[in-house]
């Protein structure tokens, strides 16, 4: 299959760009010829590439009547323009986020007869995101990225999602009826990390930026619960960017963002992999480095709503839940993890193989190439 990926977002640090990569990267693998438009590249590919960041900036200023900056305007018109001198394709693939990827889809679709298969990895527009995230937004601001919002679904002739909970949050009320077009396939995990290489303390580790929501206040509030003997054994380490840094300690560190490949290799050195998530009703949110921590077969930390996405998945195993702001909660999972870690049986809370399975290469493209079979219908 002919496939024109495009996503603004590619190996820049974001998780996103690398959600991106690795997709695009798969289904070349598996035989499609993949041509991806993006914002900008950092490593080669096995792919067609073009870098569209050349097209000249003309500010990021924000566009009511656009409902996108400038920047992103210019960089969508860049795209169908590419796209309409590069084609035939068989099938369109955008990625969301930011929106910029989809806007990009719709201006290309003026040009060119395509299928079109739409993936959202998070709720858009922003204000549609579940308390306690809470953007400002003025009502006409709303209404215009509401309506764009409907574009994208009428127009597209398959959406895909990370999680059924993301689906369900975002195509209700009159949205209800593009479900019918949807699927869900889970981002890819990358397996065949080697076993943990510490030595002396229980290294709990998390990878990523976490935002404001994304609170680790109580898992230290929890921390200051625990037996000095537990305490002294544990080692939090975070890479990344963290809205708010509390301080550190000698128990709890902080490490800059790293390029992907040293973040496997530092997550490789955890004995425990740490999700922090926000204190939602409902976790709709498929976090993308759980898929890694599944695939990675370290047990898993998480501090997750009791009913959501993460609590699914690791329903029938894999780590610990427990709520985001249960202090108690928290330290008494860290003295349960403590007590296995110590008798050497941390390894029976592990990710099963079959949850592993459920994230790789095998499990989850397929579920792309049946999205982009039905937007071709």
């Given at each position: 299959?002919?496939?024109?990926?495009?996503?603004?977002?590619?190996?820049?640090?974001?998780?996103?760009?690398?959600?991106?990569?690795?997709?695009?990267?798969?289904?070349?693998?598996?035989?499609?010829?993949?041509?991806?438009?993006?914002?900008?590249?950092?490593?080669?590919?096995?792919?067609?590439?073009?870098?569209?960041?050349?097209?000249?900036?003309?500010?990021?200023?924000?566009?009511?009547?656009?409902?996108?900056?400038?920047?992103?305007?210019?960089?969508?018109?860049?795209?169908?323009?590419?796209?309409?001198?590069?084609?035939?394709?068989?099938?369109?693939?955008?990625?969301?986020?930011?929106?910029?990827?989809?806007?990009?889809?719709?201006?290309?679709?003026?040009?060119?007869?395509?299928?079109?298969?739409?993936?959202?990895?998070?709720?858009?527009?922003?204000?549609?995101?579940?308390?306690?995230?809470?953007?400002?937004?003025?009502?006409?601001?709303?209404?215009?990225?509401?309506?764009?919002?409907?574009?994208?679904?009428?127009?597209?002739?398959s959406l895909m999602f990370p999680s059924g909970r993301l689906r369900d949050w975002l195509l209700s009320g009159q949205?209800?009826?593009?479900?019918?077009?949807?699927?869900?396939?889970?981002?890819?995990?990358?397996?065949?990390?080697?076993?943990?290489?510490?030595?002396?303390?229980?290294?709990?580790?998390?990878?990523?930026?976490?935002?404001?929501?994304?609170?680790?206040?109580?898992?230290?509030?929890?921390?200051?619960?625990?037996?000095?003997?537990?305490?002294?054994?544990?080692?939090?380490?975070?890479?990344?960017?963290?809205?708010?840094?509390?301080?550190?300690?000698?128990?709890?560190?902080?490490?800059?963002?790293?390029?992907?490949?040293?973040?496997?290799?530092?997550?490789?050195?955890?004995?425990?992999?740490?999700?922090?998530?926000?204190?939602?009703?409902?976790?709709?949110?498929?976090?993308?480095?759980?898929?890694?921590?599944?695939?990675?077969?370290?047990?898993?930390?998480?501090?997750?709503?009791?009913?959501?996405?993460?609590?699914?998945?690791?329903?029938?195993?894999?780590?610990?839940?427990?709520?985001?702001?249960?202090?108690?909660?928290?330290?008494?999972?860290?003295?349960?993890?403590?007590?296995?870690?110590?008798?050497?049986?941390?390894?029976?809370?592990?990710?099963?193989?079959?949850?592993?399975?459920?994230?790789?290469?095998?499990?989850?493209?397929?579920?792309?190439?049946?999205?982009?079979?039905?937007?071709?219908?």
């Amino acid at each position: 299959m002919k496939i024109l990926f495009v996503s603004w977002h590619h190996l820049d640090g974001t998780a996103e760009g690398l959600a991106s990569a690795r997709v695009a990267s798969a289904l070349a693998r598996r035989g499609h010829e993949v041509t991806l438009l993006t914002r900008k590249l950092l490593e080669p590919e096995p792919f067609n590439h073009l870098d569209l960041d050349r097209w000249g900036r003309l500010g990021a200023l924000p566009h009511l009547l656009r409902g996108c900056t400038v920047e992103e305007k210019g960089w969508a018109r860049a795209v169908a323009g590419k796209a309409a001198e590069l084609g035939p394709f068989d099938v369109l693939h955008s990625r969301l986020n930011p929106a910029a990827s989809h806007l990009a889809a719709l201006e290309a679709l003026k040009r060119i007869e395509l299928p079109w298969c739409a993936y959202f990895s998070d709720p858009w527009p922003h204000h549609l995101y579940p308390e306690p995230y809470r953007f400002t937004v003025g009502p006409l601001s709303r209404r215009r990225l509401e309506l764009a919002l409907d574009a994208m679904l009428r127009r597209a002739d398959s959406l895909m999602f990370p999680s059924g909970r993301l689906r369900d949050w975002l195509l209700s009320g009159q949205r209800e009826r593009f479900r019918s077009k949807s699927f869900v396939a889970p981002h890819l995990g990358e397996e065949g990390a080697p076993s943990p290489t510490s030595k002396g303390h229980l290294h709990i580790r998390h990878a990523g930026f976490l935002m404001k929501e994304r609170r680790i206040e109580p898992l230290l509030a929890a921390l200051e619960r625990l037996r000095p003997e537990v305490r002294n054994d544990l080692r939090v380490e975070f890479a990344g960017r963290y809205a708010v840094q509390p301080e550190a300690s000698g128990i709890v560190s902080f490490e800059p963002s790293m390029p992907p490949d040293s973040v496997r290799g530092w997550m490789a050195g955890a004995d425990v992999a740490l999700l922090v998530e926000a204190a939602l009703a409902e976790g709709i949110f498929f976090p993308s480095k759980l898929s890694d921590y599944m695939a990675g077969g370290r047990p898993i930390l998480a501090l997750s709503p009791r009913r959501g996405v993460t609590a699914d998945l690791l329903a029938a195993g894999g780590g610990v839940l427990v709520e985001p702001e249960d202090e108690a909660g928290i330290a008494a999972a860290l003295e349960r993890l403590h007590g296995l870690w110590r008798a050497g049986r941390l390894a029976e809370l592990a990710p099963r193989p079959e949850q592993a399975a459920a994230v790789l290469e095998d499990t989850v493209i397929p579920l792309y190439e049946r999205a982009f079979e039905e937007a071709r219908r």
